[in-house]
């Protein structure tokens, strides 16, 4: 046993462990296929089919990740040569490598069998269930999305009685795909046997090379999304009461309509600003920001390639992520056109909001993205300066810290922010305005007036304006914004403003941050330079601009 153990031990070992990964690959997302909550509606038109086809593609995934190690000799060089220090009982195990690649090919051969059976079962009850034959709850949700608008949000692939597996097998990518791979390994596989392999060798070894279009034809196999999963709805789409009772849904809380129900990003709240701008909250289960970053939206309904940039202005404590959308090019405008022309009134807001489902798919949303605003927690001291819309990064940070305030965050380690905002019209402050008087009363009530100092600038305005200044000029709040901060009119006087802030923190990092035109950022690029300090003891500023 020990003389087995010395020459053989290793090699059992090793089998014994890459054996397991294959057991519990396959029990893993079986289980996950056959239990998971997000397929129950994916199993009323495929039964046991689904996890049977799942749990082998995942075995699959892992053998043919492993099937041309063995047969890299320069990589075998490599670690033979690199493994002198460990012995010759793994050295051992490389000269081994031809039955390894064996043993995998055999379970990859076993896997497609598995996985080919249960894909043809897939497209025969997918046709069966489209065509209305496995009851009405399968028929209902066959149809989702069979419509030029929502033809995104399908369960079911079929989507014409005309279609046959066949068809279905011969049309799709994951069909195509799933034929060339299973030819090639047949090719392979069949060549490979002792008699082929000593006699026709040529046979064998170009027939082997096979392998190159196997590969291709596994990249683009899953690209079809054949097999699609339901995801989380706000608010929830409770499956176990749903299922005996398709015709109610959309119509009834509990049951949301289905075309909400997949893959996707959900609005739960919209409001057009005066100022032209577009407010929207949206819900995407689990997705998580920092404070700045910004998110790619597309919107299949006015285009399928244009993706839009657009920086959060929630923070990452609330639990959803919002933007603010200004009309400034067709895209924008379409948009907000869209949502002007929605009902409202009598229908109710949840008309509205599934009426922009309908017409919007929802929003498709890449991201978050990061960018130089995610650094300024890292300051003591941060000047924030955003001209008009720019303004956008500098909400989520606000709005961030109004919540670690809430929550006495030990980690906050600014100490003091200050806040310019150059506007052209009046009512591009009203948008803002809110979250700055809750702050500005906030820091009130915990003596902190002096954490917080901001300051708008209206830069464009007329002589009625200017009027109805003066005659309000006593006021206690501002005319414009309701804030006891006073709105200043024209340009900051960039100089003073830096000096205020190297004369009121004498020995600290200054983070200035800009989100606004290329001219006011060589402008304030220069100021950080002019006025920090060659001691780094004393004064010195960091000059930081949002790219998109």
């Known amino acids: 046993m020990s003389n087995w153990i010395i020459n053989q031990g290793l090699s059992a070992f090793i089998l014994v462990v890459w054996m397991g990964i294959n057991i519990f690959l396959f029990v893993y997302?079986?289980?996950?296929?056959?239990?998971?909550?997000?397929?129950?509606?994916?199993?009323?038109?495929?039964?046991?089919?689904?996890?049977?086809?799942?749990?082998?593609?995942?075995?699959?995934?892992?053998?043919?990740?492993?099937?041309?190690?063995?047969?890299?000799r320069n990589l075998l060089s490599l670690l033979r040569g690199s493994f002198i220090c460990c012995g010759r009982s793994m050295r051992k195990q490389l000269d081994k490598n031809l039955t390894f690649h064996k043993l995998v090919a055999y379970m990859i051969a076993l896997m497609t069998a598995v996985h080919t059976v249960a894909h043809l079962l897939n497209a025969d009850w997918y046709t069966n269930s489209f065509q209305g034959r496995y009851g009405p709850l399968a028929s209902k949700l066959s149809m989702l999305g069979d419509s030029r608008e929502?033809?995104?949000?399908?369960?079911?692939?079929?989507?014409?009685?005309?279609?046959?597996?066949?068809?279905?097998?011969?049309?799709?990518?994951?069909?195509?795909?799933?034929?060339?791979?299973?030819?090639?390994?047949?090719?392979?596989?069949?060549?490979?046997?002792?008699?082929?392999?000593?006699?026709?060798?040529?046979?064998?070894?170009?027939?082997?090379?096979?392998?190159?279009?196997?590969?291709?034809?596994?990249?683009?196999?899953?690209?079809?999304?054949?097999?699609?999963?339901?995801?989380?709805?706000?608010?929830?789409?409770?499956?176990?009461?749903?299922?005996?009772?398709?015709?109610?849904?959309?119509?009834?809380?509990?049951?949301?309509?289905?075309?909400?129900?997949?893959?996707?990003?959900?609005?739960?709240?919209?409001?057009?600003?005066?100022?032209?701008?577009?407010?929207?909250q949206l819900v995407k289960p689990g997705f998580k920001m920092e404070v700045g970053q910004y998110v790619f939206l597309n919107c299949p309904a006015i285009s399928q390639l244009e993706w839009h940039p657009f920086t959060m202005t929630s923070a990452p404590e609330e639990d959803f992520f919002s933007v603010h959308i200004r009309s400034v090019g067709d895209w924008t405008e379409k948009l907000i056109k869209m949502v002007e022309n929605l009902p409202e009134g009598g229908q109710g807001p949840k008309y509205v909001l599934f009426k922009f489902f309908y017409l919007c798919l929802r929003m498709a949303v890449d991201g978050p993205f990061g960018t130089a605003s995610e650094d300024v927690?890292?300051?003591?001291?941060?000047?924030?300066?955003?001209?008009?819309?720019?303004?956008?990064?500098?909400?989520?940070?606000?709005?961030?810290?109004?919540?670690?305030?809430?929550d006495s965050d030990p980690k906050l380690r600014t100490k003091r922010i200050y806040f310019y905002w150059l506007c052209r019209e009046t009512y591009a402050f009203e948008w803002f305005a809110d979250?700055?008087?809750?702050?500005?009363?906030?820091?009130?009530?915990?003596?902190?007036?002096?954490?917080?100092?901001?300051?708008?600038?209206?830069?464009?305005?007329?002589?009625?304006?200017?009027?109805?200044?003066?005659?309000?000029?006593?006021?206690?709040?501002?005319?414009?914004?309701?804030?006891?901060?006073?709105?200043?009119?024209?340009?900051?006087?960039?100089?003073?403003?830096?000096?205020?802030?190297?004369?009121?923190?004498?020995?600290?990092?200054?983070?200035?941050?800009?989100?606004?035109?290329?001219?006011?950022?060589?402008?304030?690029?220069?100021?950080?330079?002019?006025?920090?300090?060659?001691?780094?003891?004393?004064?010195?500023?960091?000059?930081?601009?949002?790219?998109?």
């Open 377 to 406: 927690f890292d300051y003591e001291v941060s000047m924030l300066v955003g001209a008009g819309i720019g303004v956008t990064p500098f909400a989520s940070i606000l709005k961030s810290i109004w919540y670690k305030f809430k």
């Open 150 to 280: 929502l033809n995104t949000t399908y369960l079911n692939p079929i989507r014409s009685n005309s279609t046959t597996p066949t068809i279905f097998v011969f049309t799709t990518i994951a069909g195509l795909t799933g034929v060339v791979i299973t030819l090639a390994l047949i090719l392979i596989i069949t060549s490979s046997m002792e008699v082929i392999r000593r006699s026709y060798f040529e046979v064998f070894w170009y027939t082997h090379h096979l392998f190159i279009i196997f590969f291709a034809g596994l990249v683009f196999h899953g690209a079809g999304r054949i097999v699609r999963s339901q995801q989380v709805t706000n608010p929830p789409h409770n499956n176990s009461f749903c299922k005996d009772q398709p015709e109610n849904w959309g119509k009834i809380p509990e049951c949301p309509a289905m075309t909400d129900l997949f893959d996707g990003c959900y609005v739960s709240f919209i409001v057009i600003r005066p100022s032209k701008v577009l407010e929207l």
């Open 29 to 72: 997302y079986y289980l996950f296929y056959d239990l998971g909550p997000q397929f129950e509606y994916t199993r009323e038109l495929l039964g046991s089919a689904l996890p049977w086809a799942r749990a082998p593609a995942a075995v699959l995934n892992f053998n043919c990740m492993l099937i041309l190690l063995p047969v890299c």
């Open 435 to 548: 979250l700055l008087q809750v702050l500005e009363k906030d820091m009130e009530e915990r003596g902190m007036r002096d954490f917080l100092t901001y300051k708008l600038y209206l830069t464009g305005w007329d002589q009625s304006h200017v009027n109805h200044a003066m005659v309000h000029f006593d006021k206690d709040t501002d005319i414009i914004t309701g804030l006891k901060q006073k709105t200043h009119y024209g340009r900051p006087n960039w100089d003073r403003e830096f000096e205020q802030v190297r004369q009121e923190n004498p020995s600290s990092v200054v983070g200035t941050f800009l989100c606004g035109p290329q001219a006011l950022a060589k402008d304030l690029e220069k100021k950080c330079v002019r006025y920090s300090d060659v001691d780094p003891r004393k004064t010195t500023f960091y000059f930081n601009k949002e790219n998109f």
